[in-house]
């Protein structure tokens, strides 16, 4: 695992959706459940982008970039987040966003398939 990329990109995707949100905010559109949903989407595709930067190998790997890209945000809706918004946690979009992340990562993890070997007597090995 690169943790420079896990971290940093943790942090950037909290940033990015913090700027985002409170420019909807600012615009006063935020209120309406469809936008919320477009914020959940933008989330998850910018977390499959930067999932495509990290190429995970592994399935458990790329659940891990997605957990600490999750935790990070947590963490950072704790600390800051709260203050501007007491009841974020109650929101439904951002926890949809938060499944998002969590499994884009997961969509990044080159799926090949193996095709066993044969024994000249058409036994696998």
């Known amino acids: 695992m690169n943790w420079k990329k896990a971290i940093g990109f943790g942090v950037f995707i909290w940033i990015l959706m913090f700027v985002i949100i409170s420019i909807f905010i600012a615009f006063d559109v935020y209120k309406f459940s469809w936008i919320q949903g477009i914020i959940t989407i933008i989330a998850g595709v910018v977390a ?9 190998a592994k399935i458990v790997l790329a659940l891990a970039y997605g957990l600490i890209w999750v935790v990070i945000g947590l963490v950072l809706d704790v600390v800051v987040t ?3 918004n007491a009841e974020i946690f109650s929101s439904w979009s951002l926890w949809f966003g938060y499944l998002l992340v969590l499994f884009a990562p997961v969509l990044r993890v080159e799926k090949g398939f193996e095709v066993p070997k044969t024994e000249p007597d058409g036994m696998p090995n």
């Open 48 to 56: 499959f982008i930067l999932a495509g930067v990290v190429k995970p």
């Open 82 to 84: 709260i203050r501007f």
